[in-house]
């Protein structure tokens, strides 16, 4: 079931507005008023500080996350599975590009801030628990090759993902290109990961 819809996301969808056109070091009470249209002294009734705000913030972009991953369709071989939910972090529009800067802001601010890095370590669990279910299941039935270790390889599919989506965020050359390397990065790592594909 979909995580519910919180207090104030009005002022959250703000936040992700700031950070989305000028990074997480503009968010400010006032700022976030600004962009979401109301009074300074709304956004503090919801959340008492910037910490606060920042981080309930990141919850809500991790909770949309959640969602479109719920919307993807599971039918198919792990690979097929796979192949659909890491491409819901590559930028291959503009909408999308705009989630990978956001989403690359926060987890760049979370090394340093305890209260995000908690936010991202949890997400992080359920991301890899999810894929090495998968990766297990598909070793199982032979899809995978028996020596692939599950658990590891869900370590490496995150990595290679916030790998890709830097690349397709700072790499020089056109929206277009760079999603398409991306696209071309994950389909070559799926590959190694469980061999050519079956045609």
């Given amino acids: 079931m979909s995580p519910p819809i919180r207090r104030g996301a009005h002022l959250l969808d703000a936040v992700v507005e700031v950070v989305a056109e000028h990074g997480i070091g503009a968010v400010s009470m006032r700022s976030v008023a600004a962009a979401a249209?109301?009074?300074?002294?709304?956004?503090?009734?919801?959340?008492?500080?910037k910490d606060r705000l920042v981080a309930a913030a990141f919850e809500h972009v991790c909770q949309g996350v959640?969602?479109?991953?719920?919307?993807?369709?599971?039918?198919?071989?792990?690979?097929?599975?796979?192949?659909?939910?890491?491409?819901?972090?590559?930028?291959?529009?503009?909408?999308?590009?705009?989630?990978?800067?956001?989403?690359?802001?926060?987890?760049?601010?979370?090394?340093?801030?305890?209260?995000?890095?908690?936010i991202n370590d949890e997400v992080e669990r359920d991301l890899?628990?999810?894929?090495?279910?998968?990766?297990?299941?598909?070793?199982q039935t032979g899809e995978l090759p028996q020596d692939r270790d599950p658990e590891l390889h869900a370590v490496v599919l995150l990595a290679v993902v916030d790998?890709?989506?830097?690349?397709?965020?700072?790499?020089?050359?056109?929206?277009r290109q760079?999603?398409?390397l991306a696209e071309r990065g994950l389909d070559a790592h799926l590959t190694l990961l469980f061999g050519k594909e079956r045609t």
């Fill in 66 to 118: 959640e969602r479109r991953g719920g919307g993807v369709d599971t039918s198919g071989t792990a690979r097929e599975v796979l192949s659909r939910l890491l491409r819901l972090w590559l930028p291959s529009d503009a909408g999308r590009a705009r989630d990978a800067r956001v989403w690359l802001a926060f987890t760049a601010a979370a090394a340093t801030s305890p209260a995000l890095r908690a």
């Fill in 163 to 175: 790998g890709l989506v830097t690349q397709a965020v700072l790499a020089p050359g056109t929206d």
């Fill in 178 to 180: 760079r999603s398409a």
């Fill in 37 to 49: 249209g109301v009074s300074t002294a709304q956004v503090q009734y919801y959340f008492p500080s």
């Fill in 128 to 139: 890899r628990a999810g894929f090495a279910g998968l990766l297990r299941d598909a070793r």
